[in-house]
Structures are given as C-alpha cells and as structure tokens.
C-alpha cells in the first residue's frame, strides 16, 4: 500500500472545513506519520487549508429544509458568469460563504450594462467619421469614470 501512496505524495494541499479541524487535519498528520514513520518530513502535505459552511442567503445549506441548490442548477436560474461572481463574492477563509441570488441578479444587470456599453462603442469606434463629440454624446456616463481617455487615445491613433 505504501508504494502506490508514493505516486500521490506529497500532497500540494490538504483540505477539510473549520468544524472538522480536530479530526481531519490532526488525523491526516499521524496518518503521515504512520505510513512514513521513517522520518521522511518531505512527504507530509506542504500546506493546510480550512473553509467554512456554506450557505444560501444568510441561511444554512441543507437539503432536509429545501435551502439548496446544485451548482447547475445556479447556471440554469443565474447564468455562468453571474454564479461565477457570487461564488467570488461570497467569502473565503474560516468564515461562512453565503451564496446571494441578489448578488447573481446584480452581476446580470452589471454584466448586461458592460455589454450594453461595449457594443455601442464598438459601433461608434468602427465609423471612421466619428467625431469625438459624438463619443462623448453615445455614453455620458462613461466620460464620468474616466473612459473617455481610452476613447480618445483609440481615436488619435486611427486620424
């Protein structure tokens, strides 16, 4: 048994949730030691990692209380990329993550707006005649943030 665990050690990262500290990890080191009681420390997992629960809307995740969902079923009533952002919003480390459909439904309208905004530019910029008067008239906004630099420099370089 010893020699097929030598195909998969050293481990890069070894990985349990904060309620299972004691037994996992504690368990997973004399595990090492067991099997490589010789002293071989380059075996041991070179690094640890803890998470916390999760869940949906400030609410526990659990099947028994209908507060679930699978991560196709996020894509089918989110999109990919909207459950992508309230995956990376939803916090790391030993905290709780808490999925939030509000934060799926605010990356749809701001992922909708940037789209929105870039094909209209895009339009605008493929007129050679435009004007950067015109430019400044197909997004108000975007001269508000700043973009309208980028906007500039593109047109400088096509006169």
Request: glycine fraction near 6%.
């Amino acid at each position: 048994m010893r020699n097929e665990f030598e195909f998969w050690y050293p481990l890069d990262l070894r990985v349990s949730g904060k309620d299972l500290i004691g037994n996992h990890l504690t368990m997973s080191l004399y595990n090492h030691a067991a099997i490589w009681g010789d002293g071989d420390t380059n075996k041991l997992p070179r690094s640890f990692y803890t998470n916390g629960h999760s869940t949906i809307d400030n609410k526990k995740m659990s099947k028994s209380t209908g507060n679930f969902l699978t991560l196709i079923e996020c894509v089918e009533q989110f999109s990919a990329d909207a459950t992508r952002f309230a995956l990376a919003d939803a916090g790391d480390g030993l905290e709780d993550a808490n999925f939030a459909g509000e934060t799926c439904d605010s990356a749809i309208l701001k992922l909708t707006k940037d789209i929105d905004w870039i094909l209209e530019h895009h339009r605008v910029l493929q007129d050679p005649a435009t004007s950067l008067k015109q430019l400044q008239a197909a997004n108000a906004k975007a001269y508000e943030d700043g973009e309208y630099v980028k906007c500039r420099k593109l047109q400088a370089t096509r006169a």
